[in-house]
Nanobody, 123 residues
Framework: VQLQASGGGLVQAGGSLRLSCAAS????????MGWFRQTPGKDREFVAT???????YYPYSNKGRFTISRDNAKNTVYLQMHSLKPEDTAVYYC??????????????????WGQGTLVTVSS
């Protein structure tokens, strides 16, 4: 599975942004998908995950602001972000896991990674 993330950019605080992650391969619908983010010097941080059945899970800090969704017909997973804050600035990565779990929150639980897309939120 190859993943290509896109949609990052510069946005003002309070604004919105939608990230996309296009996946290759015919088995996309069977994979759990996730979004992580990382800033220099810090570990990769869990942002959201969606299972192959569409179950979603978020950390408390993102709940209500971020929404993960998937379109299996387009082999694409999305991350819609609202009410962005400067602390949301990071490189955002999408990831795929060959797993039926709905709560994959650790980077090592994922098998494939995209290249990352930079989100910058200005104050």
């Amino acid at each position: 599975v190859q993943l290509q993330a896109s949609g990052g950019g510069l946005v003002q605080a309070g604004g919105s942004l939608r990230l996309s992650c296009a996946a290759s391969g015919r088995t996309f619908s069977t994979y759990a998908m996730g979004w992580f983010r990382q800033t220099p010097g810090k570990d990769r941080e869990f942002v959201a995950t969606i299972s192959w059945t569409g179950t979603t899970y978020y950390p408390y800090s993102n709940k209500g602001r971020f929404t993960i969704s998937r379109d299996n017909a387009k082999n694409t997973v999305y991350l819609q972000m609202h009410s962005l804050k400067p602390e949301d600035t990071a490189v955002y990565y999408c990831a795929a896991a060959d797993s039926k779990s709905s709560y994959l929150v650790l980077p090592h639980e994922y098998d494939y990674w995209g290249q990352g897309t930079l989100v910058t939120v200005s104050s």
